[in-house]
């Protein structure tokens, strides 16, 4: 009963794991039939991906972050009390049962069928009004929500429909949460008080952060250098391909819930034309990428073994926890084509980021305050 829009970031990222399985087999030199087909329709000079001056990342560890890990550790010992003898309020979490209906019709998904659910009053997701509608009840009692479906709800018996929800407030659940003292931790974690904790949940943050910033850099990088790029003429043959492909998945998963590629896009925001269009653009932008990496292989001499393509196998079954290359190819698509890709790839990025310059944020806030920097157009 939760709205099913979900917006682009699900459907872009589905579409961009569809994207890695589309690619020819391998044959005697992958990396050589890519600069092939690729690099007479890049031009990109050397300065475009050498000498490159960028301003590092650097994620603080707040104290917001450390209050976090200190919530959720609390949380994994907190205790609940099913309570039944007062009123609910705003911001309880609840146990309810439902029947939905439209004039008079039961609806698919519109029930709990006598399991019960579990909602906070206020956050729960659900149809507007329709939290409003349970406070103020007690445990037992059994009682009409009427909402209105929005117009854009995503599903044509649904959208803009008066509705009505038979429901049970079974109980209300109240939770224990217990203090964060020196005696907790000491039984519950690896640490002996709350400042070890503390300090050693803001070293596991730094280093996450110092991963995660490093990866922006290099990603920021990329991203000058496919800017800086021009491609004379896509393939379009290929880009018409993986449109399809990805079109055709999306349309077997549609199947497989039940009902057509229309209906299952509309849960996601989408129409067919503008899901076509995201799709169109995320193909793009891959190839054009994949046509800027592949150029710079070329210039700069920088290709793929057969072991170095067998380690990057061998690390994404780690990741997967799979056991065979066939398995994994069969879940994600892959081909040879792909892992060799993969390799190649991270080689640029290292390329870039090596001869990169980094500057320091105090370099960047002078260049930013300076009024020659402000009187300089962007460069393309």
């Given at each position: 009963m939760k709205r099913m829009k979900m917006g682009a970031v699900l459907v872009g990222a589905m579409i961009l794991s569809l994207l890695s399985?589309?690619?020819?087999?391998?044959?005697?030199?992958?990396?050589?039939?890519?600069?092939?087909?690729?690099?007479?329709?890049?031009?990109?000079?050397?300065?475009?991906?050498?000498?490159?001056?960028?301003?590092?990342?650097?994620?603080?560890?707040?104290?917001?972050?450390?209050?976090?890990?200190?919530?959720?550790?609390?949380?994994?010992?907190?205790?609940?009390?099913?309570?039944?003898?007062?009123?609910?309020?705003?911001?309880?979490?609840?146990n309810i049962d439902y029947v939905g209906s439209v004039d008079g019709k039961e609806f698919n998904g519109g029930s709990t069928q006598g399991a019960g659910t579990q909602i906070t009053l206020g956050s729960s997701g659900y149809?507007?009004?329709?939290?409003?509608?349970?406070?103020?009840?007690?445990?037992?009692?059994?009682?009409?929500?009427?909402?209105?479906?929005?117009?854009?709800?995503?599903?044509?018996?649904?959208?803009?429909?008066?509705?009505?929800?038979?429901?049970?407030?079974?109980?209300?659940?109240?939770?224990?949460?217990?203090?964060?003292?020196?005696?907790?931790v000491a039984s519950n974690t690896d640490y002996k008080t709350t400042d070890e904790y503390e300090t050693a949940m803001r070293k596991k943050h730094e280093e996450e952060y110092k991963e995660s910033d490093l990866n922006t850099d290099k990603q920021n990088l990329l991203q000058q250098v496919i800017d800086a790029a021009t491609i004379t003429q896509y393939p379009e043959e290929e880009i018409k391909q993986r449109v399809q492909e990805v079109t055709d998945s999306m349309?077997?998963?549609?199947?497989?819930?039940?009902?057509?590629?229309?209906?299952?896009?509309?849960?996601?925001?989408?129409?067919?034309?503008?899901?076509?269009?995201?799709?169109?653009?995320?193909?793009?932008?891959?190839?054009?990428?994949?046509?800027?990496?592949?150029?710079?292989?070329e210039e700069q001499n920088i290709t793929v073994s057969e072991k170095e393509k067998e380690a990057k196998v061998q690390?994404?079954?780690g990741q997967t926890g799979l056991s065979d290359v066939d398995t994994l190819n069969k879940q994600y698509g892959y081909k040879d084509e792909d892992y060799y890709f993969m390799v190649l790839e991270d080689k640029i990025i290292d390329f870039i980021y090596?001869?990169?310059?980094?500057?320091?944020?105090?370099?960047?806030?002078?260049?930013?305050?300076?009024?020659?920097?402000?009187?300089?157009?962007?460069?393309?």
């Open positions: 399985g589309c690619g020819k087999s391998d044959n005697a030199d992958v990396v050589k039939e890519m600069q092939k087909q690729y690099n007479k329709y890049v031009t990109l000079d050397e300065s475009a991906y050498k000498g490159l001056t960028y301003t590092e990342t650097h994620t603080e560890v707040t104290e917001d972050t450390i209050n976090s890990d200190i919530s959720n550790l609390l949380s994994q010992y907190a205790s609940q009390t099913d309570v039944t003898d007062r009123a609910a309020t705003w911001g309880d979490a609840v149809i507007d009004n329709f939290d409003e509608q349970i406070v103020g009840h007690t445990p037992g009692d059994a009682f009409d929500v009427v909402v209105t479906f929005p117009d854009d709800y995503g599903v044509d018996d649904l959208n803009g429909k008066e509705a009505t929800f038979k429901t049970t407030l079974n109980y209300i659940v109240e939770t224990t949460t217990p203090t964060y003292t020196d005696a907790f349309t077997e998963t549609a199947q497989a819930n039940g009902i057509d590629l229309e209906t299952y896009l509309s849960h996601y925001g989408y129409t067919s034309d503008t899901f076509q269009a995201e799709v169109k653009s995320s193909v793009e932008s891959y190839i054009r990428e994949k046509m800027v990496i592949s150029k710079i292989s690390d994404l079954l090596t001869n990169a310059v980094a500057a320091s944020a105090t370099d960047a806030t002078a260049d930013e305050a300076s009024p020659a920097s402000a009187a300089t157009p962007d460069a393309e």
